[in-house]
T-cell receptor, first 113, second 111 residues
Framework: EAQVTQNPRYLITVTGKKLTVTCSQNMNHEYMSWYRQDPGLGLRQIYY???????DKGDVPEGYKVSRKEKRNFPLILESPSPNQTSLYFCASSATQGPYEQYFGPGTRLTVT | GENVEQHPSTLSVQEGDSAVIKCTYS??????FPWYKQELGKGPQLIIDIRSNVGEKKDQRIAVTLNKTAKHFSLHITETQPEDSAVYFC??????????FGAGTRLTVKP
């Protein structure tokens, strides 16, 4: 089954404790991205990657890092999480940078206390 | 950069009625306008999209219209069913790396 998977689905952590949210797609897609979803703000892009070893900032990159060492994986790293990073996070992939349909993962709900 | 506004934020209709959600965008260079449906506990899923060389597109009970001059586009759902209840997002872009989403519309279809 073609899909985007994220882990973990739920995470509660404390300020300053480094964490990684993994994202993997099995569709051989070139393009991958991370969004955060906050009430009343819709989806805002954090980082995106147009191919292996190619990443760039989206609209809200502060406090986040990404890497794209393999085509299928695109982890999101929070080196020192803060409470304002409490949010619902989605990974997405697309065949090309498009614009084209994006396939979203199921989401990771992160709470930083 | 692109700015997308979406209205209404909530919409409640009776089963069988039609629902309309409207979006406006600011960047006249945007050429791709998708609509995503997000069910509770899931990620957004594309339901229909339209490109700037087309004024209208229909897929069964769902249709999207685009007015490039006025820079607005709309989602129309006819003969609504309870399973249409979800949050709907519009978006506008020139490429996936600059896609801007609206704030979302929570649609409730009452049986």
């Amino acid at each position: 089954e073609a899909q985007v998977t994220q882990n973990p689905r739920y995470l509660i952590t404390v300020t300053g404790k480094k964490l990684t949210v993994t994202c993997s797609q099995n569709m051989n897609h070139e393009y991958m991205s991370w969004y955060r979803q906050d009430p009343g703000l819709g989806l805002r892009q954090i980082y995106y990657s147009m191919n292996v070893e190619v990443t760039d900032k989206g609209d809200v990159p502060e406090g986040y890092k990404v890497s794209r060492k393999e085509k299928r994986n695109f982890p999101l790293i929070l080196e020192s999480p803060s409470p304002n990073q409490t949010s619902l996070y989605f990974c997405a992939s697309s065949a090309t940078q498009g614009p084209y349909e994006q396939y979203f993962g199921p989401g990771t709900r992160l709470t930083v206390t | 950069g692109e700015n997308v506004e979406q209205h209404p934020s909530t919409l409640s209709v009776q089963e069988g009625d039609s629902a309309v959600i409207k979006c406006t965008y600011s960047d006249s260079a945007s050429n791709y306008f998708p609509w995503y449906k997000q069910e509770l506990g899931k990620g957004p899923q594309l339901i229909i999209d339209i490109r700037s060389n087309v004024g209208e597109k229909k897929d069964q009970r769902i249709a999207v219209t685009l007015n490039k001059t006025a820079k607005h586009f709309s989602l129309h759902i006819t003969e609504t069913q309870p399973e249409d209840s979800a949050v709907y997002f519009c978006a506008a872009s020139k490429g996936n790396n600059d896609m801007r989403f609206g704030a979302g519309t929570r649609l409730t279809v009452k049986p």
